[in-house]
């Protein structure tokens, strides 16, 4: 899922509190019929979730994925009230995407952050606001840490892959200062080492390691694969006339969504539903500074 450059998560509100990003408009774009079938491809803390099922009869259906174990469990407790309706998956959105069958679905919304429960959590190593260890996987069963990709990738590929997946251009410094200071084992060792190397630039309202942080957590789980798997499957499995609706967070993750929607309504597989992002309102701005960073596009399968 992608991240704000403020290293902060796309779902907290002041004072707290998990608040999905451009819930209204984002139903709105779904336009969710009674009886429809529905994927939430990031089921997160069940924000989005919720506000689907609760627009959904007995006949209506909510599929509901995430790849970290401790969101599920959390999105569970809080769709459990209208549990008849909501199948909850583990699993990357592209997985599960393609397990669905031909033409099933009436909407798919994924919404590409990284949560707020992911964040807080230093033990989970996402976010050099606080000492932890550096691991950054969403699902912690598999697949490798930030910590082996730090100490073990050699220098130039550590260096291709923050410039293109945190888009920093000082990534030829910041990796060859990785690789003198090895073994780096902690978020706060590996901020102090991209810090010292890539001094914040005097027009940059960024910490200096946010991207670098970025690039390694898209890195380690795979994020831009999985964008692109979910895409993919998106024209097969949603029917004639079923909307889809993805929130994205960088620039990077953006430019892929809108490229495939391009390419899809080029071969007659989309209609536009949004010609530029939507983007938040200055109240919702206000009232979640996270949000500052989201763009939603649509489109509706034709």
Same mark, same amino acid.
């Given at each position: ?33 009674? +009886?429809?079938?529905?994927?939430? #491809? ?25 790849? +970290?174990?401790?969101?599920? %469990?959390? #999105?569970?407790?809080?769709? @459990? ?34 949560? @707020?429960?992911?964040?807080? +959590? ?21 697949? *490798? ?13 550590? &260096?291709?892959?923050?410039y293109e997946f945190g888009e920093e251009r000082r @990534?030829? *410094?910041?990796? *060859? ?10 978020? %706060?060792? $590996? ?6 190397? #890539?001094r914040s630039m005097k027009h940059e309202r960024i ?8 690039? $390694? ?13 979910? $895409?993919? %499957? ?45 983007? #938040? ?17 649509? &489109?509706?399968?034709?």
């Open positions: 899922m992608g991240m704000h450059l403020d290293n902060t998560p796309q779902g907290v509100g002041r004072g707290g509190g998990h608040v999905p990003v451009l819930l209204k408009e984002a139903i709105e774009f779904l336009a969710i019929k009674r +009886d429809g079938t529905y994927y939430d #491809a990031t089921v997160g803390l069940g924000g989005h979730s919720s506000e689907i099922a609760r627009r959904l009869s007995a006949a209506g259906r909510l599929i509901a994925g995430d790849k +970290d174990p401790a969101a599920l %469990a959390l #999105a569970q407790e809080k769709l @459990s009230g209208v549990s008849p309706r909501v199948t909850l998956k583990q699993g990357s959105f592209a997985e599960i995407a393609n397990e669905q069958m031909t033409a099933s679905l009436d909407g798919i919304l994924a919404d590409i952050g990284v949560s @707020s429960l992911q964040l807080d +959590d230093p033990a989970r190593g996402f976010s050099f606001q606080a000492e932890g260890p550096l691991d950054m996987r969403m699902n912690t069963l598999q697949g *490798r840490t930030a910590e082996q990709v730090v100490n073990e990738v050699d220098e130039v590929t550590l &260096a291709n892959l923050i @990534s030829r *410094r910041i990796a *060859r200062a990785i690789v003198r200071s090895r073994p780096i084992r902690s978020t %706060a060792e $590996l901020a102090d080492v991209v810090s010292a190397a #890539a910490h200096p390691a946010t991207r670098t942080f970025q690039a $390694l957590r898209v890195f380690v789980n795979q994020e831009m694969d999985e964008l692109r798997g979910l $895409l993919e %499957a998106a024209p097969r499995i949603l029917k004639p006339g079923g909307r889809l609706v993805i929130i994205s967070f960088h620039s990077l993750e953006d430019r892929i969504v809108k490229d495939a929607i391009r390419d899809g309504a080029k071969q007659g597989l989309y209609r536009f539903l949004t010609k530029k992002p939507v983007t #938040a309102t200055e109240e919702e701005i206000d009232r979640n500074p996270r949000s500052r960073s989201a763009k939603l596009r649509a &489109a509706e399968r034709v």
